[in-house]
Structures are given as structure tokens and as C-alpha cells.
């Protein structure tokens, strides 16, 4: 017998009890106990209840959105079961607006349910007075209900396959934390010593389930510069935080990679995104802000170096470096010369090239271009380099 028809010879009551003894709370970003969701919206509920399923829009790598290839049938149900428990009359699952062929590869399953599927990005304020929820917290009714369900959480290591991992499970078991400079777990940020002590259970937020491990040789700024650039594509623009604020971060993170970073900018960007966390309509604004804010909490030393010492830990950030070509192994070949984008590099065949720091963009194709491996970057010392053409061999320090 299917959960679904299991859940039909059940009351209500039953069924909440059921999940409410299983421990269940909602997936994604939201972890609130799923029983006591349930029962304030039977509290106040319309009369023309609709139960909808979906992944956050903030999983905009659709992480989770794995569930559906795996679980679909059991998503399904659990959806079913909700809108039983909750006298809803109108049921949907809710993909991703470019997920058309998904939607038409699940259509006869959903149909047989009564559930349409939807192919959207997902208005939290349509769903106010509904019951909108987690995919994988739809697989978690479907299991209690059939009795399967073993307290867990679906991630995704380093983009790896979905696996569930027990509540109880040490981070440290599940990823190698030994090189880590951070680590990041859905949308938050940790300190390697953070993580090394974490254990997951119902009470970590996991966000879209993501799991990743940033070593010494990741810029922190870079990639939360990354990661605000995604929220920014994400983002609809409708509320005023999410849109201004994401921009407002992202102007200060990449005043910080390119060099002209403030410590004024250190505050206002923990003022905006602390508001944006409760004046978005949904997940991509309320958590858009969340690894920069992790950042200015747990690694001010890396907004240091970068604002102050004007130096990247990481040396990722090109504008803390210098490019240049090393008199002693330049074979005046004039490969980079050629690549150069910008035509600041000086030269001619068997002489020493030399690059015009102050208009080269430090795109790096002439260090790819070079066979003699000349062009150095560094973000230490320059050594002395010549001045004027010099054939190539000639060139003596003094
Ligand atoms: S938080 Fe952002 S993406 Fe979500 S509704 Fe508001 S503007 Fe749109
Ligand atoms: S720096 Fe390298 S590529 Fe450029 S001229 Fe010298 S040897 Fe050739
Ligand atoms: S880094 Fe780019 S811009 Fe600078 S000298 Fe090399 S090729 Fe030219």
C-alpha cells in the first residue's frame, strides 16, 4: 500500500502526530517543526487551500532539485498526503521556469494525483495564506507515513551526487577539512574550526544542501562577489532590499577585489544585509547577503589584508599583483607582445620585453603565451628590470 493510501485511513490527527514524532522540519532554508506549520495554517485556513511544493529560489545551482529525478513518486505523495491533512483543495509542483521538459516528464504522475505542475519562480506572497513547501520535505511525509523515513538530510558534496547523511552525522566525516581556510554549507560560511566540530541535525540550516570546502588558495572576497553576482541574476527586483541591497554589497565586495575597498564599506554592508535577511519576500533576498555576512563576523583578517595591507591572502585578486618579464629568462621571442591585448608590452626579436605596468590589465595572456616561462606575476618584491631595449642576455644589475 502506497503512503498516500496508507494516510487516507488515517485522521488528520494521526498523520500530524505521525510527522510531529518523526521530528520533521521543513528543508531549505526554513527549518520550522513541519507539525506546528500544519497546524497554524489549519488555523487560519482559506477556503480554497492550496498546497505547493517547490525548491527555494535561492537554490539557483537547483542542488535539490535532484530530489525530483530520484524521489519523484514519494514527493508526489507527500505533497497528496499535506493537502489531505490540511483540507486543500488545489495542489501544484512548483520547477523551475526553464525545467519545462521536467514538468512534461512528470505530468502523468502528477496527474494521477491531481497535482499541476507549474514551471515558475515561486512568489512567497502568493503562498502567504497557503501551504508552501520544501520538496524534500514532502519525501520526509511520504517516508514517515510508509514508515521509512530515518532522520536525515539530502547534500551534495563538492557538486557530487545527492546522498542523505544522519542527523548525528560529523561534518568532518562526510568532508576532508584538514586544507580549509572555510567552509561553506548551503549559503553560511564557517571557520574550518567551526566545522570541524559541526554535526548535522534537524537544526542546521542546509540551505539548497550544498557542502563545499574553500582551501587557502580561494579569495574569500572573490567568491563572495561570485555568489552575490549569482543572487543579483537570480533576483526578480520586486522588493526594494533584495534589489538595491544585492547591488549596494556587490559595489562594496568588488571595490574590495579591485583595490579601492574602505573600512567605512565594512558596516554598511552588515547594516544592509542584516535588513535584507528580514525585509525579503523570499529565500534569494533573506539569505543573498549571508556568506558576506559570515565573512565580516568570522574572517575580518581577509577584509584586512585586502582593505589595509592592500594584499590578497590568496593572491587571486590581480590588482595586488604585478606582472612582469624576467630580463634573465626573456628569449625576446615577442609570443607575448603578440597576445597582448592592451599593446603595453615593449620589445622587438632578441631583445628583453618589458610591460607597462601602468596600462597593463593583468588579463594574464602573456604568461600563458610565454614558452620560457619569463612572465612572472607576483605579489611579492619586483626585481630591478630593465629600463631601455636590451639585447637579450645583456642585461646587468647594478
Ligand atoms: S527577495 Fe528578491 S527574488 Fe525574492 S521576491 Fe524579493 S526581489 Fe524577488
Ligand atoms: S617574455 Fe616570453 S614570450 Fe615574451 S618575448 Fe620574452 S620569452 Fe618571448
Ligand atoms: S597581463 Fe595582459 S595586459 Fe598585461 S602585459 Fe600581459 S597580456 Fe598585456
New binding site residues.
Partial sequence: MSAYEMAKQMEASEVIAKVASAGIKEYGVYAEPLADKWNAIIANKPADLIVAAGINNSDSKKVLLGLVNIKCAQILEGIAITAQVLGATDMRLLLPEDETELAASLKEAADSYGITIENTFISANAYREHGLFHIETMLAVAEAIEGTYEPGAYVSVAGGELKKVAYGTKLADIVDIDDAKAVEIGSHLYTAAAAAEMVIDADTILGDGSINVLGNDKCLMQEAEKRLLAARKTSCGKCTFCREGLNQIYGHITDITSGKGAKEGMPMMKEIGDAMTFSCNCSVGTVGADFVLDALEHFTSEFDAHIKKRTCPAGVCTCFTT?YIDPNLCEGCEE?AD????D??EGKAGHIHM?DDF?????????EACEYEA?IQTTGRVPKLPTRLTKCGKFKKR
Fill in positions: 606582472i607575448c597576445v597582448c591585448p592592451v603595453c608590452i610591460i596600462d597593463c590589465t593583468k588579463c594574464g595572456k602573456c604568461i612572465v
